[in-house]
């Protein structure tokens, strides 16, 4: 079992950047794969960003490649999105998530453990 309490969210204008952060209790933080996704009013979660246990692997949804990094310190159990370049599109509640196995997944059924969501609101 991992709890993740994300921070970070606020207001910004386009342009702009971001840093959330998604802090995991726990001692098996490195165990697990880490991704984050978002929702915003009237759509679908959809997938954003995911990282494996060691790093070495990333993967980056289109609408956010170039601009979005994640990264995460296993000696933090922490896990983080850097935002850049923000769009008023961007605007969406942003969770982050865990899958056990230390790999990491493109869907949210993937995920067995959720934060309760920052919100990032982008103005134009």
């Known amino acids: 079992q991992v709890q993740l309490v994300e921070s970070g969210g606020g207001l910004v204008q386009a342009g702009g950047s971001l840093r959330l952060s998604c802090a995991a209790n726990g001692r098996t933080f490195s165990t697990y794969g880490m991704a984050w996704f978002r929702q915003a009013p009237g759509k679908e979660r959809e997938f954003v960003a995911a990282?494996?246990?060691?790093?070495?692997?990333?993967y980056y949804a289109d609408s956010v490649k170039g601009r979005f990094t994640i990264s995460r310190d296993n000696a933090k159990n922490t896990v983080y999105l850097q935002m850049g370049s923000l769009k008023p599109e961007d605007t969406a509640v942003y969770y982050c998530?865990?899958?056990?196995?230390?790999?990491?997944?493109?869907?949210?059924?993937?995920?067995?453990?959720w934060g309760q969501g920052t919100q990032v609101t982008v103005s134009s």
């Open positions: 998530a865990a899958a056990k196995g230390g790999t990491y997944y493109l869907t949210a059924p993937g995920y067995s453990f």
């Open positions: 990282i494996n246990w060691s790093s070495r692997g990333t």
